[in-house]
Structure formats: structure tokens, C-alpha cells
């Protein structure tokens, strides 16, 4: 039984390198197709992380060449690549601060079309999180029990911190704004894989 190793990360410039120069590198791109059609890197193929959790022994059974596996500021692609390398994929890093990073580095984006320019899940949690304690703070003033709502979403984004999981990001992943054009698995992972 081969004991699974954490994933490297790989810089947005050591990446850009490694595009330029490997015809056998996959990119899995595991944010939501929401997030995907506003903006990745060329080539990178869309299966979000409440897909690829379900799907990584195929996709490790599957998987040739090396997989860098990319989401917007890295968490959910270390989720998926932990996930992948306990599957069996070997060849596998992480492009460290993902899409964030990749873009502060002015390499090239892809989006579609006729894409909608969406917020990253990241900041849509900061926008919800920070109006629940906004608002729960403000109502305090007439209802004093409130503030424990402002202390739940405290002590929720601390785990989430700790865990490197997020509920609420998980939530909102499942809203229709996210979703963007459905993204068929099979024929992702074949692309991935292929």
C-alpha cells in the first residue's frame, strides 16, 4: 500500500514555465463553473471540489501525466490534491494562491464569452459573514441575544480557519449564481485524462 504525500505547490511563474514546455500536464481547475467561465487558465479543465471528493479514485485511475490541481486562492485545490493523492494520483502539486496569484503575476486568463464576471467564493463568504455579524451586532442594540449570532459566525469561520473547510463556502457553492453551465464529470474527467 503506497502511503500518500502531500502535495507540492507550484509557483503562478514556475507554472507559466511548465505550460510553455509540457505537452503531458493537466490542469483541474475545482472552482465552481461559476467562477471557472469568469476567468482560468487556458487549458485547465472545470470538475468544482463537491465533484472531484466523489470522483477521485477515477479520476486517479484515470489520470496520465501531472495534475495541477487550481482553485482561487488554494484551499479548495489542496482539499482536492490531499483527496487525489490518497487516491493514487503521484504526479500532482497545487499552484500555490491559485487564481489570485496567477492573475497578480499578469499571466493570461480565459473566460467565456459570454460569461458573467462573478465573485470568487472566497469574497462571497467574506460579504455574507461580514453582514450576518454587521447586522446581528446592530440588532443587539433591541435584542440582546443576538450578538451570539455574531459570535456563531465567529467561531464558525475560526473552524473553517483551523479545518481548512468551509461550511458556509460550501453553501453557497449550491446557489444558482455559482452553478453557471452544468458541468458533465465523465466528460471532464475524460478531458483531464485524456
Excluded at 64 to 72: H, L, P, T, W, Y
Excluded at 143 to 171: D, H, Q, Y
Amino acid at each position: 500500500m503506497t502511503t500518500a504525500t502531500a502535495p507540492k505547490k507550484v509557483s503562478a511563474s514556475a507554472l507559466r514555465a511548465e505550460i510553455a514546455g509540457n505537452r503531458d500536464l493537466r490542469l483541474l481547475d475545482v472552482r465552481t463553473p461559476g467562477e471557472y467561465q469568469s476567468g482560468h487558465i487556458a487549458g485547465a479543465v472545470n470538475v468544482p471540489l463537491d465533484q472531484v471528493i466523489p470522483n477521485a479514485d477515477k479520476i486517479a485511475s484515470q489520470a496520465s501525466g501531472r495534475v495541477v490541481v487550481i482553485c482561487q486562492a488554494g484551499q479548495r485545490a489542496s482539499q482536492a490534491a490531499d483527496k487525489l493523492a490518497a487516491a493514487g494520483v503521484e504526479d500532482l502539486a497545487v499552484l500555490d494562491d491559485g487564481m489570485n496569484a496567477w492573475m497578480a503575476a499578469g499571466a493570461p486568463i480565459e473566460d467565456t464569452a459570454d460569461s458573467k464576471k462573478r465573485w470568487a467564493l472566497e469574497r462571497q463568504v467574506r460579504l455574507v459573514a461580514g453582514s450576518i455579524v454587521a447586522t446581528s451586532v446592530l440588532a443587539s442594540i433591541w435584542k440582546p441575544k443576538a450578538r451570539f449570532v455574531a459570535g456563531g459566525i465567529g467561531a464558525g469561520l475560526v473552524f473553517a480557519a483551523v479545518s481548512n473547510t468551509c461550511m458556509m463556502g460550501s453553501a453557497l457553492m449550491k446557489l444558482p449564481y455559482n452553478k453557471g453551465a452544468a458541468t458533465d464529470v465523465d466528460e471532464a474527467i475524460s478531458c483531464l485524462c485524456g
